[in-house]
């Protein structure tokens, strides 16, 4: 195919000012990721630049047939991996034509909560760490794993290497150099418990950003297992038994966690979440339940406990942080296929502005 | 194969001044597409200055074996993505030694419309929106389908992402980007309902161009799925059953429609369009009565209808136009196969120079 190559490699800006924008959006499961692409007239680096533009919503389960049309509003740029050159990947969210966010939109809702003043003086940092399976495509059974068998029980194959130990890094690899390369700030990668999942981790990022590049960084994702003719998932307990499931750790500190004496805020922010465990438990992602079992590194979703180092409680403080007497702590609870717009904006709303 | 690219790829800049035309013509079908080379000492921009050539008419249908030549004429040049450097695509139409155009010519008519002076005034401008699907070579079933069986039903496909969801986009990404260095008006790409469906768009374009350019963009198509060993199909409704067909959107505006008070220019215009809907339909390409069903986004082949923002209308209006006042319209209705050359020129002499 390297005369495909060829073309899909052209570097157009030989030839003309124009580029390609890939505007993407989330579709009506509020979990599937869409996009199209349009020709503009020559580099954009500013989104309020970006034309608004508009999508066949009846086809995404987010419109009628007879009022189909949704507005997207571009809200964040990155660099496009695959086109190269000046195109971009347009983050978007979906409106109404009259201007109301669509009811699948939770990016409006967490764009309001990190513009109140009392969000932005506390500069909320995140650290998201994606977790994911890789699945062969025709039979949805993980890749690399025997189609009506198993591979040897879970040990060998956290951070391993080996042909017998390590299924997918193709895949994981070109993910990390393209979204580096796209401009989202992924801060590293590891082969998770179970073989065929993978874990990359996005931050620290500040705000609303934090769902941004996430969402982005799942796009690219799913691009190259698409290249690879490997299926993408984000379920929580891809297989039941004794193989781990699949979160979506979120890292978490604010400005005031982050100075001196900052520990009791972090105490203090980790009460109210605990306050809150059920509510929070409810927007933590669909399935849930079959992942936080208090087995296999998770707690149990019922019951709401924190601790030093601790990787069965459902918030966790690392030793630095206790040393230091400041820094972040992780909340372990959200599953993988967690919305991020919804957690990051939810754990920031209990913890600075909530008065229980 | 990376010897016989290395030679595809030569460029010959660096040893002769001589470049090579490849003649495109439309065949005795009217919707297979024809080509070939010839060479030429130096570079040419100008259409008028390439020699008209000929070919075998008895082998294409266009003429007896005993009186077989068939004149071509140059039209439109564009870059050739696949030999590049100062080499050419040149559309041509076709004509008889004695310089009549011969049946299977629709562009001689179009252009007379095009140059009427009152369709001159009103500057028509057309953007399509070229649906095709991809079939697989040895069988005559869509590209990546199970063979003897189907995919999951539509859905997860519209703008899809990922390998379970999206069919083909290598052919489609090179696409884009082939017809930008060519110097196709090429606005945009998605994926489509059925999956192993797509859709590109060309346009704005003006009067007799945007058939030319729609042209070429389906022949650059056709060679890019010959290099890929997938077949093209613009059949308007490839599988029977709950799956969307293909077809080609037309939309369109005049002067006075992107002027103020546009508005009412498009509401007569559609109104003319509809007391002539069945002479339309008779040329907008064969086999559309079993896509036009009034499902699937389609409105009924025998009815005419148009509304804002409805894909089950035969014409839709969008609804930035009906909000300024002013814009463009849709027409829904020509088939995947349509000819642009008939369709363009067919909805500018409805709407400009006929009188009911």
């Not at 393209?178 to 065929?196: H, R």
Request: aromatic share 10%.
């Amino acid at each position: 195919m390297s005369l495909l190559n060829d073309l899909i490699n052209l570097d157009l800006s030989d030839t003309t000012e124009k580029i390609i924008a890939e505007y993407i959006w989330i579709g009506g499961s509020g979990m599937d990721l869409r996009s199209k692409a349009r020709t503009l007239p020559g580099p954009v680096s500013d989104p309020s630049k970006l034309p608004k533009w508009n999508y066949d919503g009846s086809s995404t389960n987010q419109a009628p047939g007879d009022d189909s049309e949704v507005i997207l509003y571009p809200q964040a740029i990155f660099k496009d991996p695959f086109r190269k050159g000046n195109n971009i990947l347009v983050m978007c969210d979906a409106y109404t034509p009259a201007g109301e966010p669509i009811p699948t939109n939770k990016r409006f809702n967490a764009a309001k909560i990190f513009s109140h003043p009392d969000v932005v003086a506390e500069e909320p940092w995140y650290g998201i760490e994606q977790e994911y399976t890789l699945l062969q495509k025709d039979t949805k059974w993980p890749l690399g794993w025997p189609v009506g068998g198993f591979p040897g029980p879970q040990g060998p194959y956290y951070c391993g290497v080996g042909a017998d130990k390590s299924f997918g890094r193709d895949i994981v690899d070109s993910h990390y150099k393209a979204c580096l390369y796209a401009g989202v700030n992924i801060s590293g990668i590891n082969g998770e418990v179970m073989p065929g999942q993978w874990e990359f981790q996005v931050g620290p990022t500040v705000g609303i950003s934090s769902g941004d590049q996430i969402w982005i960084a799942r796009y690219i994702l799913e691009r190259i297992t698409e290249i690879a003719g490997v299926v993408l998932s984000f379920d929580p307990k891809p297989i039941p038994g004794d193989w781990n499931g699949a979160g979506a750790h979120t890292n978490y500190s604010t400005k005031s966690m982050r100075n001196d004496g900052g520990i009791d805020v972090i105490k203090k922010a980790i009460e109210k979440l605990g306050l809150r465990h059920k509510e929070h438990i409810a927007a933590y992602g669909e399935g849930n339940e079959r992942r936080l079992t208090g087995r296999h590194e998770t707690a149990d979703i019922n019951t709401f406990s924190w601790g030093v180092a601790n990787r069965g409680a459902s918030i966790r403080v690392g030793r630095d942080t206790e040393k230091d007497g400041k820094g972040y702590f992780e909340d372990r609870r959200p599953a993988s296929n967690m919305d991020p717009y919804v957690v990051t904006s939810m754990i920031a709303e209990t913890t600075i502005l909530w008065k229980p």
